[in-house]
């Protein structure tokens, strides 16, 4: 079946460090794969995409993903967290429709 | 200007209720969706639309109608409102790979 994994429920880094929340995912062909941030009591928005191309993608607010095939994951990174990114994260594909992961819990401490 | 908007934000109501929950976007995307985000914050499609027709419907009860006067508007009328009803709704857009939502309709079935 396909899906996308996100095994971390939760992600604590202290302000100032890299943050990384991961993500796997099982899909045949070339899939397009996304993230999303979700701020507390807002709708999901758009972070950045895979579609074809350079495999480290840059996205909004700092942060970037590496698409790497032969780990199948799609991992989002930052180099130095804010608190302001404490928020929950998704991992998303799709392939005719839109399949998200579990979400991650990200707490950047002050 | 708001991209993807919803109405109501909160709707508290009892068993057996019947409501609806609209969704308008302006950016002039052909296909729009809805989706349900429950307590654990899991997020799954219900239903799809593009251009009026439907084209995706997931294994929602019948109670769950959606309806799409026009391609910028989907709206999802609920029939004898259940407690397992109580969630976020999600509305999104997308004319391409990635959508656009809605900042969510929070569903509270007493």
């Known amino acids: 079946a396909q899906s996308v994994a996100q095994p971390e429920d939760q992600v604590k880094v202290a302000e100032g460090n890299p943050l990384t929340v991961k993500c796997t995912y099982s899909?045949?062909?070339?899939?397009?794969l996304f993230w999303y941030v979700q701020y507390p009591n807002r709708g999901l928005q758009f972070l950045l995409k895979?579609?074809?191309?350079?495999?480290l993608v840059k996205g909004s607010y700092g942060f970037e993903a590496e698409f790497n095939k032969s780990q199948t994951s799609f991992h989002l990174k930052k180099p130095s967290a804010l608190v302001s990114d404490s928020a929950l994260y998704f991992c998303a594909y799709n392939f005719n429709k839109f399949y998200f992961g579990s979400g991650t819990k990200l707490n950047v401490k002050p | 200007d708001t991209a993807v908007s919803q109405t109501p934000k909160y709707l508290v109501t009892q068993m057996g209720n019947d409501k609806s929950i609209k969704c308008e976007q302006n950016?002039?995307?052909?296909?729009m969706y809805w989706y349900k985000q429950d307590s654990k914050k899991f997020l799954k499609i219900m239903f799809s639309y593009n251009n009026k027709e439907l084209i995706i419907n997931e294994t929602v009860p019948n109670r769950f109608s959606p309806k799409s006067p026009d391609k910028a508007h989907l709206n999802l009328h609920i029939n004898s409102l259940e407690l397992g009803d109580s969630a976020v709704y999600f509305c999104?857009?997308?004319?391409?790979?990635?959508?656009?939502f809605g900042p969510g309709t929070r569903l509270t079935v007493t």
């Open positions: 950016l002039g995307h052909d296909t």
């Open positions: 999104a857009s997308s004319q391409g790979v990635e959508q656009y």
């Open positions: 895979y579609i074809t191309g350079d495999n």
């Open positions: 899909v045949s062909g070339n899939p397009y």
